[in-house]
């Protein structure tokens, strides 16, 4: 479902990828530059001004229902914490240093806002990484985005958008377009096979994994991997090592080509 701010951002043509703070509506009175623009943003305080006067009628009736919407999400006036935190990633955007080809490579790959919320989640690896506290940023990341926000950040945290995503699209953007839904609509946290992982290495991913998920109330876990071998290795460690582990169920997707494979175990309570 797209969001308000987005067909806002539709109605007007507005191209900003960046966070906006805060979104005002004023008279063309207050305007101090006089302009005929319609819109008018400020960059550096995060500020969209949407000028009344100078909106067409039929333009009008259409934002009426977006201004409601607005009210109700969380584009207004922020806590000042929370406001910092955003001057951060905006910064953060303006230069991400190693996270540029990443963004670079799902800029036109994925919808505006998992874009976004993608955005933010580097960012916050990026400053966990550095040793912060990024707890609180985390609530207000999955506040803005919802749960799929969360989503993003626990595969961008895990490093599932380079290691997995990334090179699923590479093998198969129709693959892609198939199993992504899927992959971001639950809270996936997945052990990622690829060529130079040997079994002891599966054994104790799995291991660690099965105990987190059940530390932090996640009731199962994904087996995932790219190419024959990879299937090939993922489907023979699951049958000898299947009544070693502590899970109920499994139910694994494979791709007709065997190319592809994601296993969920459905983990004990």
């Known amino acids: 479902m797209v969001g308000a701010l987005d067909r806002l951002k539709g109605?007007?043509?507005?191209?900003?990828?960046?966070p906006i703070i805060n979104v005002v509506y004023k008279k063309n009175s207050d305007n101090t530059t006089n302009s005929h623009?319609?819109?008018?943003?400020?960059?550096?305080?995060?500020?969209?001004?949407?000028?009344?006067?100078?909106?067409s009628p039929e333009k009008n009736e259409k934002l009426k229902p977006i201004i409601g919407e607005l009210i109700n999400e969380d584009?207004?006036?922020?806590?000042?914490?929370?406001?910092d935190s955003l001057r951060g990633l905006i910064e953060y955007n303006e230069n991400p240093g190693e996270d540029t080809q990443?963004?670079?490579?799902?800029?036109?790959?994925?919808?505006?806002?998992d874009y976004e919320a993608l955005e933010s989640a580097l960012y916050l690896r990026k400053k966990f990484a550095e040793g912060n506290d990024v707890s609180k940023a985390k609530r207000d990341l999955r506040e803005r985005f919802g749960d799929r926000g969360g989503n993003i950040a626990n595969l961008c945290t895990g490093g599932y958008f380079e290691d997995f995503l990334k090179?699923?699209?590479n093998s198969s953007p129709d693959k892609f377009k198939q199993l992504y839904e899927s992959i971001v609509g639950k809270s996936i946290i997945a052990i990622f096979v690829h060529k130079n992982m040997d079994e002891d290495e599966i054994a104790y991913q799995l291991s660690t994994k099965i105990t987190a998920c059940k530390?932090?109330?996640?009731?199962?876990?994904?087996?995932?991997?790219?190419?024959?071998?990879?299937?090939?290795?993922?489907?023979?460690?699951i049958e000898e090592h299947k009544d070693e582990f502590d899970f109920d169920d499994k139910m694994i997707y494979e791709s007709d080509d065997k190319g592809i494979i994601m296993v969920e175990l459905l983990l004990d309570s």
């Not at 623009?37 to 909106?55: A, G, P, Q, T």
């Not at 990443?102 to 806002?113: A, E, S, V, W, Y």
């Open 11 to 18: 109605l007007f043509n507005i191209d900003i990828n960046s």
């Open 37 to 55: 623009n319609e819109v008018e943003y400020n960059k550096s305080e995060r500020k969209l001004d949407v000028i009344l006067d100078n909106i």
């Open 75 to 83: 584009h207004k006036l922020l806590e000042e914490e929370t406001a």
């Open 102 to 113: 990443i963004k670079k490579f799902f800029k036109d790959i994925l919808q505006p806002l």
């Open 167 to 169: 090179p699923l699209y």
């Open 215 to 237: 530390k932090y109330g996640i009731d199962f876990l994904h087996i995932r991997g790219i190419g024959q071998s990879n299937v090939q290795k993922i489907k023979e460690f």
